[in-house]
T-cell receptor
Framework: GAVVSQHPSRVICKSGTSVKIECRSL??????MFWYRQFPKQSLMLMAT?????????EQGVEKDKFLINHASLTLSTLTVTSAHPEDSSFYICSAAEGGRPGWVTDTQYFGPGTRLTVL | AQKVTQAQTEISVVEKEDVTLDCVYETRDTTYYLFWYKQPPSGELVFLIR??????QNEISGRYSWNFQKSTSSFNFTITASQVVDSAVYFC????????????FGKGTKLTVNP
């Protein structure tokens, strides 16, 4: 149980294009999903918290207009990197937690396999 | 503020050796949760264990064991008889109920098990 999938696993795009990454919880309903970014040999940096049916909460310094998050259902959240530039190249990882109520997450987060984005 | 410190950046051992990965946390909350995740070269974070602040019992799962000591704010992870497949980056993380409710990660410890 507790499987989270991410698609695509790897994407290469040209500068200026937009890229959408999907995160799905396969065997449980995720009230809350999280998006992280990880640079080489570094820890995970939380970008935003996404609650089903409501707007995402972004961390300080993360541009909400650049990283669009949609959590349309209890099993799907998407991250769209708009007008991507080389500095957006990174490893993006999502996680999903069942949670008791939106914004109150004490459940274990299960992580997707990640998406490696390369912007040329 | 919440903080997790993994002082060991990299550890290298020979197969069958035991190895302990250290984790020290900081929080003022009385209710919190500690986690260990494994990140193999493929990149996916694999959940290993979750422990809440009211349960100080040590846990053993196969070759893995965890030592939770509230007195020293530590949650150390030991792999017994290490194997090459244990090679990965291991992250310790903290989640507090009264704080930001966000998972705070340590910087990770890269474990290399050589044959």
């Amino acid at each position: 149980g507790a499987v989270v999938s991410q698609h695509p696993s790897r994407v290469i795009c040209k500068s200026g294009t937009s890229v959408k990454i999907e995160c799905r919880s396969l065997d449980f309903q995720a009230t809350t999903m999280f998006w992280y970014r990880q640079f080489p040999k570094q820890s995970l940096m939380l970008m935003a918290t996404s609650n089903e049916g409501s707007k995402a909460t972004y961390e300080q310094g993360v541009e909400k207009d650049k990283f669009l998050i949609n959590h349309a259902s209890l099993t799907l959240s998407t991250l769209t990197v708009t007008s991507a530039h080389p500095e957006d190249s990174s490893f993006y990882i999502c996680s999903a937690a069942e949670g008791g109520r939106p914004g109150w997450v004490t459940d274990t987060q299960y992580f997707g396999p990640g998406t490696r984005l390369t912007v040329l | 503020a919440q903080k997790v410190t993994q002082a060991q950046t990299e550890i290298s051992v020979v197969e069958k050796e035991d190895v302990t990965l250290d984790c020290v946390y900081e929080t003022r909350d009385t209710t919190y949760y500690l986690f260990w995740y494994k990140q193999p070269p493929s990149g996916e974070l694999v959940f290993l264990i979750r422990r809440n602040s009211f349960d100080e019992q040590n846990e053993i799962s196969g070759r893995y064991s965890w030592n939770f000591q509230k007195s020293t704010s530590s949650f150390n992870f030991t792999i017994t008889a290490s194997q090459v497949v244990d090679s990965a980056v291991y992250f310790c993380a903290l989640l507090t109920q009264g704080g930001s409710e966000k998972l705070v990660f340590g910087k990770g410890t890269k474990l290399t098990v050589n044959p």
